[in-house]
């Protein structure tokens, strides 16, 4: 049974940091490209970060220079490391992981306060 379970999202003002964490089981994680993606109120999902199989980062441009995705392939975990966070960076932040077959976390809420 394939698990992704997103931790670490919360409130934070404008500027503070978060630091998300996906933790996987029931996947051969080194085969997985990695990524968070974000859906805010009333907005269609977007691909924030994403770190390939072979360690390679893309970044959306709202938030490069600021957030920070790194896998740990022993620990079968990626995280996302989230500083001078804005307003507009409130969503529900989920997880993904996609191979041959795509598979996502539940989501965590992340606000941030102006």
């Known amino acids: 049974q394939v698990q992704l379970v997103e931790s670490g999202g919360g409130l ?9 964490s996906c933790a996987t089981s029931g996947i051969t994680f080194t085969n997985y490209h990695m990524s968070w993606h974000r859906q805010a109120p ?17 970044y959306a441009d709202s ?7 790194a896998r ?3 620990k079968n975990t990626v ?9 507009e960076d409130t969503a529900i932040y989920y997880c993904n992981a996609q ?16």
């Open 42 to 58: 009333g907005k269609q999902r977007e691909l924030v970060a994403k770190v390939t199989s072979g360690g390679s980062t893309i």
């Open 79 to 87: 995280d996302l490391q989230m500083n001078s966070l804005k307003p």
């Open 12 to 20: 934070v003002r404008a500027g503070g940091s978060l630091r998300l």
């Open 72 to 74: 740990d392939n022993a």
């Open 63 to 69: 938030v490069k220079g600021r957030f920070t995705i």
């Open 99 to 114: 191979a041959f077959r795509s598979h996502w976390g539940q989501g965590t809420q992340v606000i941030v306060s102006s």
